[in-house]
């Protein structure tokens, strides 16, 4: 079973440019995550979607962060215009609807932004 | 809202020895507490859980302990193989309806010297 796939793995920028993530979930997986990964410390969550809702969305900065998840399934989250303090390792995460489901996640994009 | 301190951050110890890592957390509604490992370069995965009606739980070499009443709960892994050597994270889940939302603490840092 394919696990849940990002894309880039590795993104170099300059400041207040765009840039966007990409994950594919698990299939089956209608619940799914974005995280942010500071070096040195553990996942932050961005937002959570059950199916194509943003059901939690509380901790996105929404001045420049956006997500979608169109039809339910994969998922874009951007940045822009990006900043310094960007810089960071953005995981994607899924699983199963429920309480208690594991949630697997994927190996992560690392963002640098010069 | 839900807070999780992690130590230590760094510890090392002697293949074949054990190794135990502590979280306490702050909301006492918390009912669900996963420990993950992540590998260099890889996205976090879920080793072992607990919910908060059960005191212990054990998977082969690694076993999770939970103490409601002091709010905390910790990790031990015995018999540490180099393949151990990891960052580890725990998180709780505070308690809200049907949401999945977990508050990560900041890493152990493990290294499993041969």
């Known amino acids: 079973e394919a696990g849940v796939v990002q894309s880039p793995r590795y993104k170099i920028i300059e400041k207040k440019q765009p840039v966007a993530f990409w994950c594919n979930p698990i299939s089956g997986h209608n619940t799914l995550y974005w995280y942010l990964q500071n070096l040195g410390q553990g996942p932050e969550l961005l937002i959570r979607?059950?199916?194509?809702?943003?059901?939690?969305d509380s901790q996105l900065p929404k001045d420049r962060f956006s997500a979608e998840r169109l039809k339910g399934v994969d998922s874009t989250l951007k940045i822009q215009p990006a900043e310094l303090g960007d810089s960071a390792v953005y995981l994607c995460?899924?699983?199963?609807?429920?309480?208690?489901?594991?949630?697997?996640f994927g190996p992560g994009t690392r963002l640098t932004v010069l | 809202g839900e807070n999780v301190e992690q130590h230590p951050s760094t510890l090392s110890v002697q293949e074949g020895d054990s190794a135990v890592i502590k979280c306490t957390y702050s909301d006492s509604a918390s009912n669900y507490f996963p420990w993950y490992k992540q590998e260099l370069g890889k996205g976090p995965q879920l080793i072992i859980d607990i919910r908060s009606n059960v005191g212990e739980k054990k998977d082969q070499r690694i076993a999770v302990t939970l103490n409601k009443t002091a709010k905390h709960f910790s990790l031990h892994i015995t018999e540490t193989q180099p393949e151990d050597s990891a960052v580890y994270f725990c998180?709780?889940?505070?308690?809200?309806?049907?949401?999945?939302?977990?508050?990560f603490g900041t890493g152990t840092l493990l290294a499993v010297q041969p």
């Open positions: 979607y059950e199916n194509e809702e943003a059901v939690d």
């Open positions: 995460a899924s699983s199963l609807e429920g309480s208690y489901n594991e949630q697997f």
């Open positions: 998180a709780a889940r505070p308690y809200g309806g049907a949401t999945n939302k977990l508050i």
